[in-house]
């Protein structure tokens, strides 16, 4: 049987929380220094922060001026995945090991969303691994996945499970307008989503949800849990992804749509959510953006992003090059759905004299609603 270590903390910042998550990953690189197979942290964060994943825009997602108005922290994490209220009702997962060659994204997210589920079994919860990166109890999503593996082959596992939720101040700090329809926002995310509290029918928090996802991890995985603290490596690493990582204004606000007259379009797929962002000048397009809530950022997007750019703005041309490059690809997405997406944002753009901004098309990580793209000052919240 292998050990694990185990580090588990509470009050973690959009910050530092995030920080110390890719700094464990330090020993699990090409050198792979660890003298345990893995480490598992289970923390709590204060209340509250917004974190968006990797692959989404951040002011499609989150409200900063209702975040900055309660005082909630925003930050992105590396992994992917959408966008998420983190505090003391929700456990952050957070596990580092050495990237195995011979599994793939989905079945390393399935492998440990295993030892959860097991965890959640412990506790009277029937839930199991569905869809791209969610672990659900009768098709509501309980719990949310994601994976980052940095350029030295180290692993970050991400999950995000909801002991409890406040549901009003998530509408309030994400933006979810499909979900804020007349006065049923609140019943219409509870259709959607679950608790550990809600499923047991008692008030647990965060940090109650630990010692069950030790004792589902220890039984699936074969695996020993010893408790251990940071490092110095980890320590100084840590501080210095916060400074020049998490803490940076470039690194929250992320990717974002050029500034020239663009318009979003947003479809469902195989992929989950998918939002395009289509810039134009004149009859050309200046430039394309797919964001979206990505396990991981398919290569052959970025591709397609870039042979793009510059293309005619016509559904033709567009649909040829989307087709070319996905030719041969396993990504599971129809090339016909996504250059449509791509030339209904190009379509908006067209349409419109001046610039816009990025404007929210769906929901987030627990209520993925699709809703038409508009503009920013019909849906100011």
């Known amino acids: 049987m292998s050990f694990w270590r185990l580090i588990t903390d509470d009050g973690a910042g959009p910050a530092d929380g995030l920080a110390v998550d890719e700094a464990l990953m330090v020993h699990y690189g090409r050198d792979h220094t660890a003298a345990s197979e893995a480490v598992m942290r289970l923390y709590t964060y204060r209340p509250h922060v917004a974190l968006v994943g990797r692959y989404q825009v951040l002011d499609a997602e989150v409200n900063r001026a209702a975040c900055q108005e309660r005082g909630v922290g925003v930050g992105r994490r590396p992994t992917g995945g959408g966008a998420i209220i983190m505090g003391p009702g929700q456990l952050g997962v957070a596990v580092c090991t050495r990237a195995p060659a011979d599994l793939g994204p989905r079945q390393l997210l399935r492998q440990y969303a295993g ?3 097991a965890g959640l ?3 009277g919860v029937r839930a199991s691994f569905r869809g791209k990166n969610d672990i659900e109890v009768a098709g509501r999503k309980l719990a949310g996945l994601g994976l980052y ?7 970050l596992f991400h999950a995000s499970v909801l002991a409890d939720l406040d549901v009003e101040l998530m509408l309030q700090l994400l933006h979810i307008p499909g979900a804020k329809l007349e006065d049923k926002g609140v019943a219409r995310v509870h259709e959607r989503i679950t608790t550990v509290s809600a499923e047991t029918d008692r008030t647990l ?3 109650a949800l630990r010692a069950a996802v030790c004792d589902g991890f220890s039984a699936q995985l074969g695996i020993t849990l010893r408790d251990s603290e940071l490092d110095d490596a980890e320590r100084d690493r840590a501080a ?4 020049e990582r998490y803490a940076a204004p470039a690194w929250i606000a992320g990717r974002v749509p050029a500034g020239d007259s663009h318009g979003t379009a947003v479809v469902k797929t195989g992929l989950g959510l998918i939002r395009a962002y289509a810039g134009v000048q004149d009859s050309s397009l200046s430039s394309v ?3 979206g809530d990505f396990s991981v950022m398919p290569e052959e997007l970025t591709r397609i992003e870039a042979a ?3 293309s005619r703005a016509d559904p033709e041309r567009i649909t040829a090059i989307v087709a070319g490059e996905l030719a041969g690809s396993s990504v599971d997405i129809d090339p016909g759905v996504l250059a449509g997406v791509v030339w209904a944002a190009a379509e908006r753009a067209l349409e419109r004299t001046g610039g816009a901004v990025p404007v929210r098309t769906a929901g987030s990580c627990y209520f993925p609603a699709v809703v038409a793209a508009t503009d920013a000052s019909e849906v100011s919240q």
Not at 240 to 243: H, K
């Open 115 to 117: 030892g959860i589920v």
């Open 121 to 123: 079994a412990r506790l």
């Open 149 to 155: 593996v940095d350029d030295r082959g180290a692993l």
């Open 205 to 207: 928090d965060g940090a």
């Open 240 to 243: 210095e992804l916060e400074r």
């Open 289 to 291: 953006m797919l964001a």
């Open 308 to 310: 793009l750019r510059w």
